[in-house]
């Protein structure tokens, strides 16, 4: 049972992991951070937090727990006021969507609590953001990645384990440059290019009426095209290198594809289709 | 009331129009012809068609409408067979997903038949294929878009839009080229992309464990991958250049992230990234 869990950043994920541990009965308090007040006003009303704090100072006073679930871009900033007043058994845990960037961060702003940070990833979300977007089953069958350190404190990270599978997830260890790597192919390249196929075709003069012909199967490929961009610069940012090159042997795709048009290759692209619905079809599924 | 109908290609969509028909009981029989014997087989146990024929012939003779609903690769084929047994007043259709190809095809094939024939495309569809992936709803508030042409029989033309609207579809008439254009911009490019993004991370040595962590995003980016690569080929094939010119189009939407990446202009991701946020969600709708 946490005692006081404090959040910081009670959006779609620190609100969900709230209403996830309260239908759990495995927190007694929540008290919320964040810049907008009205937010967080609004997270109260929704009993999505108990309380909130005017300071981080204040919110995070005599929490067990501190999930930090800002965008990657402001982890830094939180980690130097949090230094300044965790006690030694507070545990520090975070839900950034790349871990290198907020190891760093944490190494850098955390000082000597460092070994008191559990960098963690919830792989679940929806296109949808804001306190008043969070639910209680978000992580239900999910998967939440911890990225431990040889310095993390072995029994934080059990905790912190624990958290999430009182959630509903079930939680993996990963190294955190594997981490990147393997969510830069899996998420972070698929918003680049849903981003990029909307922003393409709203450029488009007849766009409107290009958005009035799509199907089911367009509404499905931009739905992440609808998250939170401010989110999506962060990761960008903070995993620019492997996104880099992953977009570049994307183009490649590209190049195929367009070469095999030009040149009337039926059989080239029947193979490259065909490859890709198989292995789609057996590691994913087909629903 | 359709007193027989004919399918010829008793797939996904011929299905579905069958089964949707019967549903409206706008249909007295249904005929489908195939090449796959046991699919038209399993047609038959599943209720989808009432009987098939041995040949084209066979499975028209009589039919007030022949359904074409094969893959576009294969639409000249079929026409050239009807050419020879339809009557003054047999109405032919087609689906298919590119429609200057498919009008080619008839015009050459059909000859002085050609008025008799009404381009027509529904705007459904799913990731599965064949008989077995039809349902009578599968048009309910979608799209059909039928692009006739000035030699087409008004007559036929007005059969064509009822019977699709007896299926709860609403039905829009477009120029060929129109249409051509609007659906490789939401539907066809998209399809590469997706075929281009599966292929590509397959390739990689660790896809199997990339695949593990891939969430709902990436579930539903990807669905389209799974769809008909016979059918995708032949779309390529037919709609070429306005697909090559849209894949260029987005490399260079793929270049303007790229660069933002590698110079680390936030600001140019977060415009790029709000900018199609907002027309997603105005346009499409965030759900």
């Given at each position: 049972?946490?005692?006081?869990?404090?959040?910081?950043?009670?959006?779609?994920?620190?609100?969900?992991?709230?209403?996830?541990?309260?239908?759990?009965?495995?927190?007694?308090?929540?008290?919320?951070?964040?810049?907008?007040?009205?937010?967080?006003?609004?997270?109260?009303?929704?009993?999505?937090?108990?309380?909130?704090?005017?300071?981080?100072?204040?919110?995070?006073?005599?929490?067990?727990?501190?999930?930090?679930?800002?965008?990657?871009?402001?982890?830094?900033?939180?980690?130097?006021?949090?230094?300044?007043?965790?006690?030694?058994?507070?545990?520090?845990?975070?839900?950034?969507?790349?871990?290198?960037?907020?190891?760093?961060?944490?190494?850098?702003?955390?000082?000597?609590?460092?070994?008191?940070?559990?960098?963690?990833?919830?792989?679940?979300?929806?296109?949808?953001?804001?306190?008043?977007?969070?639910?209680?089953?978000?992580?239900?069958?999910?998967?939440?990645?911890?990225?431990?350190?040889?310095?993390?404190?072995?029994?934080?990270?059990?905790?912190?384990?624990?958290?999430?599978?009182?959630?509903?997830?079930?939680?993996?260890?990963?190294?955190?440059?594997?981490?990147?790597?393997?969510?830069?192919?899996?998420?972070?390249?698929?918003?680049?290019?849903?981003?990029?196929?909307?922003?393409?075709?709203?450029?488009?003069?007849?766009?409107?009426?290009?958005?009035?012909?799509?199907?089911?199967?367009?509404?499905?490929?931009?739905?992440?095209?609808?998250?939170?961009?401010?989110?999506?610069?962060?990761?960008?940012?903070?995993?620019?290198?492997?996104?880099?090159?992953?977009?570049?042997?994307?183009?490649?795709?590209?190049?195929?594809?367009?070469?095999?048009?030009?040149?009337?290759?039926?059989?080239?692209?029947?193979?490259?289709?065909?490859?890709?619905?198989?292995k789609r079809?057996s590691l994913i599924?087909?629903?």
């Amino acid at each position: 049972m946490i005692d006081k869990l404090a959040i910081i950043g009670v959006g779609l994920i620190g609100g969900s992991l709230s209403l996830a541990l309260k239908q759990a009965e495995a927190v007694k308090k929540v008290t919320g951070f964040g810049r907008n007040r009205k937010n967080l006003e609004r997270g109260v009303e929704l009993g999505v937090i108990d309380d909130f704090g005017h300071t981080i100072a204040d919110s995070v006073r005599d929490a067990d727990i501190i999930v930090v679930a800002v965008p990657l871009g402001s982890m830094a900033q939180v980690f130097a006021e949090l230094e300044t007043v965790i006690t030694d058994t507070t545990i520090i845990t975070d839900v950034g969507s790349t871990k290198q960037s907020v190891v760093d961060s944490a190494r850098q702003c955390l000082g000597k609590r460092f070994g008191q940070f559990v960098p963690g990833h919830p792989i679940a979300g929806t296109e949808r953001s804001g306190v008043e977007a969070g639910f209680a089953e978000l992580f239900q069958r999910r998967r939440v990645i911890l990225t431990p350190l040889a310095q993390t404190d072995k029994k934080m990270v059990s905790t912190i384990d624990r958290m999430w599978q009182l959630c509903g997830a079930s939680v993996e260890h990963l190294d955190v440059g594997h981490h990147d790597r393997v969510l830069a192919a899996t998420s972070h390249l698929p918003h680049m290019l849903a981003f990029g196929l909307v922003h393409q075709l709203s450029r488009l003069s007849d766009h409107q009426e290009i958005f009035r012909f799509a199907a089911g199967g367009f509404r499905d490929f931009t739905r992440i095209a609808s998250s939170d961009p401010v989110m999506w610069r962060d990761v960008c940012m903070a995993n620019g290198d492997s996104l880099i090159e992953l977009i570049e042997q994307y183009q490649q795709e590209l190049d195929l594809m367009t070469e095999a048009i030009r040149s009337k290759n039926g059989k080239a692209l029947l193979e490259l289709f065909g490859h890709a619905k198989s292995k789609r079809d057996s590691l994913i599924g087909s629903c």
